[in-house]
């Protein structure tokens, strides 16, 4: 899957595999919408580059096969132990609660810290950008 085509820019029509989505820095992740249960959850990014800048959304079971990790049968919104994160679509940590949606949200934290990574590799070695 990871160098499938996933995902085509709204605006500027550039096809992005999983591996573009969760590596390249130009692709900035705006945070996760929670759905309730275990549908409908998306993470949200904004596609900046020069010739771009449009947000867009994906489904975080498109990432499925990067999550190392159980899915939880349920979510524990509003439970006890529950931070609420998901609620907050610019809340960018993660979650250690035994909910459906944490492994997406420790996998939404590897994609910023992938994103750091990858960043500061191209201003180290300009010649090698994603």
């Known amino acids: 899957m990871s160098n499938e085509f996933i995902k ?9 595999t999983a591996q ?6 130009d692709i900035q992740i705006i945070g996760m919408l929670y759905g309730r249960e275990e549908v409908n959850s998306f993470y949200c990014f904004q596609h900046n580059t020069p010739e ?4 867009f ?3 975080v079971k498109l990432f499925d ?3 190392q990790e159980k899915l ?4 524990e919104y509003e439970e006890h132990g529950c931070g609420s994160r998901c609620i907050h679509v610019e809340q960018l940590t993660g979650c250690e609660s035994e909910c ?12 910023i810290e992938q ?6 590799s191209v201003q180290t070695n300009p010649e090698t950008a994603v």
Not at 52 to 55: F, K, P, Q, V
Not at 115 to 120: F, G, L, N, T, V
């Open 8 to 16: 085509e820019c709204n605006l500027c029509k550039m096809k992005l």
């Open 72 to 75: 939880p049968q349920k979510s």
């Open 65 to 67: 096969d990067f999550i």
């Open 57 to 59: 959304i994906m489904d």
């Open 20 to 25: 573009d989505i969760i590596h390249d820095p």
């Open 100 to 111: 459906y949606h944490a492994p997406y949200r420790r996998f939404l934290v590897y994609m």
């Open 115 to 120: 994103k750091k990574k990858s960043r500061a």
């Open 52 to 55: 771009c800048g449009t947000s």
